[in-house]
Every structure is written in structure tokens, then in C-alpha cells.
């Protein structure tokens, strides 16, 4: 996310002196040791930070809510339903917004529908005509925009097939990976930051990451009880980054997360896709058999993991050239194993400021019928502190929706 490009109609803020630092995770009077357990702690102290606030959280809510009453005004008959880390709370401050419209209508009307939906936010100040970008994709075409009140981005789509199941499934293996948000907050940031966290920019998306880190956790639970072993974090990041950028032939094995987690042939997934290249990384759907979910080519995807492993083997080996007297790194200096490969740029972290500032006096409205809301740092006072020290507050079980007080009732999709 870069707040300096231009949006159309948006506001430009001029960034403050103050925040001078792309490290803004580490303490001022931290620093951590150049080993496995420096780096786990590090990861801890980034996932503190870069968690969603209750004013992010809000905002988010409160955009939400305007998109909805636009598509009710629309359609009187339909429904939008939130999906993707706005649902289970496992977004960056920089991450979109996804959104499915429900809709009585044939595949064949979709883009139909979108183009009425585009010019009705347009006629409601969200964005710029030019700037509302209907893209006809194979089979899920989709709306995307920025909202030029939140700087956040929005993706929309018509009877999306799944996307309520795939929130539950994350957040039920949350339960079973407690270690799950920790890794997905760092390699999410990391491949934001190399612009390689959408799909149609030719990288991996969100869902693809989860299942990946899965897929990783899966093959080692004959040694490892998630649930209860307090696992070094630094160790799992070194052992992501090695897996998925030198030792998994993509070109091979396809991934399954089912049961206890496999790889299988991709002459497997062949037989379900006439179109399969293997360029790509190969992902079975769990939730549906014929449908693979990694469909890029995921060649640069896989380079920029390797090099992300080698900087920070480096790193370690080199420590001697990085750490003080007491082996450890200078505080907020860049000189930290996890910063070697991440950065929060200074304009996402003035966005933060700005939307912590304009909603901090809002009320917190609860919108997904799905509470996996949020589950570590907005919810301080609530829940319970898990293996690593941080609080968080998770429910994997559908509960009633809480209406707002202006929005009618949301139905379910068909």
C-alpha cells in the first residue's frame, strides 16, 4: 500500500516527522539475540503490533456498512456477506476488503450486475468512475476499488461459491495451529511488501498462504502437539521459508490439507483441470475436490521465499558483524534478523495513525454473523493468553448477527 500514489478523489496526508522508523515492531529499548530464540521473539512482538486496533477494526465495520446499504437500495432482495481475513480478523492494515453480493441471479449476469453496482458507488462518492475497475475474470468477476474516505481497498463479487466455509475452516485450524496467526501475520507483511500478495499481480493469495503453513504443520504433527507445545516461532519462519522457496518441487506435488495433510501427484489434480500448467503451485480446494487454488505461476513467488531464507541464515552466521557486546542488536536499527526481510512503510503506518485518530470514538459494532473477530490485541481485556503471552478471544461457532441500527436484516446466501 503506498499512500503517496495517487487515488482518485482521495486525500493526500502529508506524513509526520515523528514516525521515522520502518521497524516500528521492535521496542525502543529491545533488542534480541541473533538466534532462533531472538528471532521467535521478534515475530511475537511483530504479531503484537501489527494486529488489527479496535479503531481499524471499527472503520473497517463502518465501511462495510456503507457498501451495504447501497446494494440494499439496489437490490431490496439481496445480501452481502463479509469474507477472506476481514471475516476471521487476520488482516493487515493494508489488506482488502472481501465482499460477496447475494444475489437470485444466472452466472451469465454477474458482470451485469457488477457494472450497476460500480456506477451506484460511483454515484455515492466511494470512488471515481475511472477508478472502480469491473474485472471479468473466469468465472468470478469481481469489483475492485479504494474507497477514497478509508484508503482501504475493496473487492466484491456476486454468489462467490465457498466463501463463508473458508473463514470457518480457518478458524477452526487456529484451534488446531495456535501458531497459524503468528507466521501468517509475517509472511503476509512479506509478501506485501514484495507486492506478491494478489493473485492477478502474479502472486498467492491469502487463503493459499493459510493453507500452506498448514500444510508445513500438518507433516510434522507426529512429533509436535500443537495445541500444547510451546513451539519456537523463529524456527517454524526458517523452516517456511526453506520448504516452500528451495525443497518443494511445485512441479511434482500438489498440496492437500485433508485429514492429516499429504502430497500428492499433480497428475491428480490434472484429471480435474484440462488448463493445468506446471508453472504453478498446485493447492487442492478442501472444500471443493475440482477446484485448485493456486492457479499462478509461482516462480518469482518462490525466489523471493529463498532469498528471504538466505538473508536471514545470514544473518545468524554473521551475527558477530550485527550484535553489540551482549550478542544482541541495536534497537529499532534495522539490524534485527526479522527486519533483514520486512519493513512497515512509513505511509502504512501514518494510515494507521489516521484511522486510530478518526475513529477513536466510535462505538464497536459487531457485523459478522462468523465471531472469529479480532482474537489478540483489540481484545486485551477479554479472553484468554494463549502459549506465547498473548491475549486473544476466539469463536469458531456461528452466532446471531448483531444489526446494525440502520441496516435491515441480512439473509443468507442461496
Known amino acids: ?137 473466469v468465472h468470478t468477476p469481481i469489483i475492485k476499488f479504494t474507497d477514497r474516505a478509508t484508503l482501504y481497498k475493496v473487492d466484491i463479487g456476486v454468489n462467490l461459491r465457498n466463501h463463508r466455509e473458508s473463514a470457518t475452516f480457518t478458524a477452526q485450524q487456529i484451534r488446531n495451529f495456535p501458531q497459524l496467526p503468528y507466521l501468517l501475520f509475517v509472511l503476509k507483511q512479506f509478501l506485501s511488501y514484495h507486492q506478491l500478495l494478489e493473485v492477478y499481480s502474479g502472486g498467492i493469495n491469502s487463503y493459499s498462504l493459510v493453507l500452506m503453513i498448514i500444510s508445513m504443520l500438518q507433516l510434522r504433527s507426529k512429533v509436535v502437539n500443537w495445541r500444547t507445545q510451546k513451539v519456537n516461532l523463529g524456527v517454524l519462519l526458517l523452516e517456511f521459508f526453506e520448504l516452500y522457496g528451495q525443497n518443494f518441487n511445485h512441479e511434482t506435488c500438489s498440496i492437500n490439507v485433508l485429514d492429516q495433510g499429504s502430497y500428492e501427484q499433480r497428475s491428480f489434480m490434472e484429471n480435474h483441470n484440462s488448463n493445468y500448467t506446471y508453472k504453478t503451485l498446485s493447492i487442492q480446494d478442501p472444500l471443493d475436490a475440482d477446484n485448485d487454488i493456486g492457479k499462478t505461476d509461482f516462480a518469482t513467488v518462490k525466489s523471493v521465499f529463498y532469498e528471504g531464507y538466505l538473508r536471514m541464515t545470514r544473518m545468524i552466521y554473521n551475527r558477530h558483524k550485527f550484535a553489540d557486546s551482549s550478542g544482541r542488536a541495536d534497537a529499532r536499527t534495522g539490524n534485527t534478523i526479522l527486519s533483514s526481510i520486512l519493513k512497515i512503510p512509513i505511509d502504512v503506518q501514518f494510515h494507521r495513525r489516521f484511522i486510530d485518530e478518526t475513529y477513536a470514538e466510535r462505538s464497536l459494532r459487531f457485523y459478522c454473523p462468523l465471531a472469529v473477530d479480532c482474537y489478540f490485541k483489540p481484545f486485551d481485556n477479554a479472553g484468554t493468553e494463549d502459549m506465547y503471552g498473548v491475549k486473544y478471544s476466539l469463536n469458531v461457532t456461528t452466532v446471531p448477527v448483531v444489526q446494525s441500527e440502520i441496516l435491515p436484516s441480512v439473509s443468507e446466501c442461496n
Not at 30 to 55: M, N
Not at 105 to 124: G, H, I, P
Open 1 to 137: 500500500m503506498n499512500l503517496n500514489n495517487k487515488q482518485a478523489g482521495a486525500r493526500q496526508p502529508i506524513l509526520p516527522k515523528d514516525i521515522d522508523s520502518e521497524y516500528p515492531w521492535i521496542p525502543s529499548s529491545k533488542g534480541y539475540h541473533f538466534d532462533a530464540i531472538g528471532l521467535h521473539d521478534e515475530i511475537v512482538d511483530f504479531f503484537r503490533y501489527i494486529g488489527p486496533s479496535k479503531q481499524e477494526h471499527t472503520s473497517r465495520v463502518a465501511l462495510i456498512e456503507r457498501i451495504e446499504r447501497v446494494v440494499m437500495r439496489t437490490w431490496a432482495n439481496a445480501a452481502v456477506e463479509v469474507f477472506g481475513s476481514a471475516k476471521t480478523g487476520l488482516y493487515l492494515p493494508t489488506s482488502d476488503i472481501d465482499l460477496c453480493v447475494c444475489l437470485d441471479v444466472q452466472e451469465s449476469q454477474k458482470t451485469d450486475v457488477l457494472r450497476a453496482l460500480k456506477n451506484s458507488l460511483a454515484d455515492e462518492g466511494f470512488s471515481s468512475p475511472d477508478s472502480i475497475m469491473v474485472l471479468d475474470l
